[in-house]
């Protein structure tokens, strides 16, 4: 039997008909080397014995179901029973473009060993609160990647890098209960081990993340409360990363004005700011709850 050169690792709660719609795209996927997927199921309440079968002949396709533990777990759980030698990961509720697999097989060969990720499109945009999160993540792109040869910074959602170094880091830090910042952290501590990052635009998914005014401010609330345990780790291993991120926030203003006119934004500019602000502001509380929590934990009992 030819083993697989690349496993894709894909975690997944309780969203089957998102992780089906995933698993018909990867089907179309038109990379030539032996591929695999592993989902590992982060305890659905429903077990997703039906979407394997559906599958079944189009995709060389591993379920692996475990408690409830969270994102962080549930990828170092697929990169455990992968047989490939490259991991790639995606989320259940992204839609890789039939040449994403080979683009960034592609880019890894010009620069071996490197973490490659790839391009997030937003898959619905005619939604305000999905198209603002979108937004954001193209400033944070557009700042911490501005030579893409010299990435700091892919999402756990569309990236690819060779299985043995991400053993040698011990994979994703599972102190991270909840998505948000588990990839920065792990970008952090691959930067920190001197080994390269590179984004490559041509690998693209699509992301279907919908959101309503509820689960926007949640979001970016819980990415706030990880974002103080990143700066923790960090601080604690000595990390320059810190003073990017200042440099990001500094530069917020001067990268809204010029959205102004951009196509995303069309006809919703002043829609697209308060987003912007509201998301500024559940970051900072998640942020400060996190650190707030985190001072009484380390206090001395009275």
């Known amino acids: 039997m030819t083993l697989p050169l690349i496993t894709v690792v894909i975690p997944t709660y309780a969203r089957p008909r998102q992780l089906a719609a995933c698993l018909t795209a990867l089907a179309a996927q038109r990379c030539q080397a032996p591929w695999e997927v592993v989902v590992v199921d982060d305890g659905s309440p429903e077990p997703l014995d039906a979407i394997a079968e559906a599958f079944h002949g189009r995709l060389d396709l591993r379920i692996e179901r475990q408690a409830n533990a969270g994102p962080a777990r549930a990828r170092n759980r697929g990169v455990a029973v992968a047989r490939g030698r490259f991991i790639a990961f995606t989320d259940d509720d992204c839609l890789p473009e039939p040449d994403w697999l080979g683009a960034l097989l592609r ?21 305000l609160f999905a198209s603002a999160s979108q937004l954001i993540v193209d400033l944070v ?45 792990f970008c952090d501590r691959w930067k920190m081990a001197g080994w390269p990052l590179v984004w490559e635009p041509a690998a693209r998914i699509e992301h279907r993340h919908a ?23 960090r601080l ?54 996190e650190a707030l929590l985190g001072s009484r934990r380390q206090s001395p009992a009275s």
């Open 141 to 185: 792109y557009d700042h911490f990647n501005a030579d893409p040869s010299r990435a700091t910074f892919l999402t756990s959602n569309n990236v690819l890098c060779t299985r043995e170094r991400f053993e040698a880091l011990g994979g994703f830090d599972v102190s991270f209960p909840r998505a948000g910042a588990e990839d920065r952290d």
């Open 211 to 233: 959101q309503t005014l509820r689960r926007f401010v949640e979001l970016h609330y819980r990415y706030g409360r990880g974002a103080y345990l990143h700066h923790r780790r």
């Open 236 to 289: 604690q291993r000595g990390s320059s990363g810190v003073v990017q991120d200042i440099g990001f926030h500094a530069s917020i203003l001067p990268r809204l004005r010029k959205l102004r006119g951009d196509p995303r934004v069309a006809g919703r500019t002043l829609a697209i700011l308060a987003a912007f602000g509201i998301w500024q502001g559940a970051n900072a509380a998640g942020f400060a709850r």
């Open 107 to 127: 880019r890894e060969a010009l620069t071996p060993g490197a973490m490659v990720g790839g391009t997030t499109i937003n898959g619905l945009d005619k939604e």
